[in-house]
């Protein structure tokens, strides 16, 4: 079953580029945090194994996800 943030943000991406570079980018070109686009975070579990920390970001509507993976995949 999927949670209530899967529900109302069905499209996933993830990046490795900093929050910090990525959230204005949001803000300016997608719409506002919880209204058009939901960020999880850093996978800490990613640097224990190896693997390239990333920043799942989840998307309301699909063209801004595809958006979002033209720009900063």
Do not use: K
Not at 27 to 41: K, L, P, S, T
């Amino acid at each position: 079953m999927m949670d209530d943030v899967e529900q109302r943000f069905p499209w996933e991406c993830t990046t490795g580029h900093p929050y910090d570079q990525v959230v204005p980018w949001l803000e300016e070109n997608v719409g506002q945090f919880d209204g058009a686009w939901y960020r999880y975070g850093t996978d800490i579990a990613s640097g224990v194994t190896g693997w390239e920390p990333c920043d799942y970001y989840r998307f309301r509507r699909e063209q801004d996800a595809v958006l979002f993976r033209l720009r900063w995949s």
